[in-house]
């Protein structure tokens, strides 16, 4: 690790853990949420990321199989039509520098999420991508992550 950012800047911490506090605390699901954080990380290559929240889906019970196939979520018939928006929402805002957030994805969003999901789902993807950016930037060890107890 090049520097051990939870130490160095522990107010940063403790701000970055409240907005994941809030997120938790909103109506979405935790496998959903599990589901976005994987797949954030894989688009933006972080495997201590990935690695984290595989070991936490695996502790809420998510099937095996739902989180290999997050890398092709598109082709897979295992995610529900919201699970999709979310993971496309997720996908769009990840890789915004590139693209564009399109107003019918917006709306397939909306569609299925109330607004303060919508507010909620979007904070989630800021989150997770300032997490891979520390995580990435500062070299966090992947494979280091030890999860909290199994959780369900």
Same mark, same amino acid.
């Given at each position: 690790?090049?520097?051990?950012?939870?130490?160095?800047?522990?107010?940063?911490?403790?701000?970055?853990?409240?907005?994941?506090?809030?997120?938790?605390?909103?109506?979405?699901?935790?496998?959903?949420?599990?589901?976005?954080?994987?797949?954030?990380?894989?688009?933006?290559?972080?495997?201590?990321?990935?690695?984290?929240?595989?070991?936490?889906?695996?502790?809420?019970?998510?099937?095996?199989?739902?989180?290999?196939?997050?890398?092709?979520?598109?082709?897979?018939?295992?995610?529900?039509? @919201?699970? !999709?928006?979310?993971? $496309?929402?997720?996908? *769009? +805002? &990840? =890789?915004?520098?590139?693209?564009?957030?399109?107003?019918?994805?917006?709306?397939?969003? @909306?569609? !299925?999420?109330?607004? $303060?999901?919508?507010? *909620? +789902? &979007? =904070?989630?993807?800021?989150?997770?991508?300032?997490?891979?950016?520390?995580?990435?930037?500062?070299?966090?060890?992947?494979?280091?992550?030890?999860?909290?107890?199994?959780?369900?």
């Amino acid at each position: 690790m090049r520097i051990d950012f939870r130490s160095v800047f522990p107010a940063a911490m403790d701000a970055m853990a409240g907005l994941e506090n809030a997120i938790r605390a909103s109506t979405l699901e935790p496998e959903l949420l599990e589901l976005v954080k994987l797949r954030a990380s894989q688009l933006n290559g972080c495997g201590y990321c990935v690695d984290m929240h595989t070991k936490d889906a695996t502790a809420i019970d998510v099937d095996p199989q739902r989180l290999h196939l997050t890398v092709a979520w598109r082709e897979a018939p295992c995610y529900s039509e @919201r699970e !999709r928006a979310a993971l $496309a929402w997720c996908e *769009a +805002l &990840t =890789l915004l520098p590139g693209s564009d957030v399109p107003d019918d994805l917006y709306d397939d969003v @909306r569609s !299925r999420f109330s607004d $303060a999901e919508v507010v *909620a +789902l &979007t =904070l989630a993807v800021v989150a997770i991508n300032g997490w891979n950016r520390l995580a990435v930037g500062l070299r966090s060890p992947v494979g280091s992550y030890q999860p909290p107890e199994r959780r369900r």
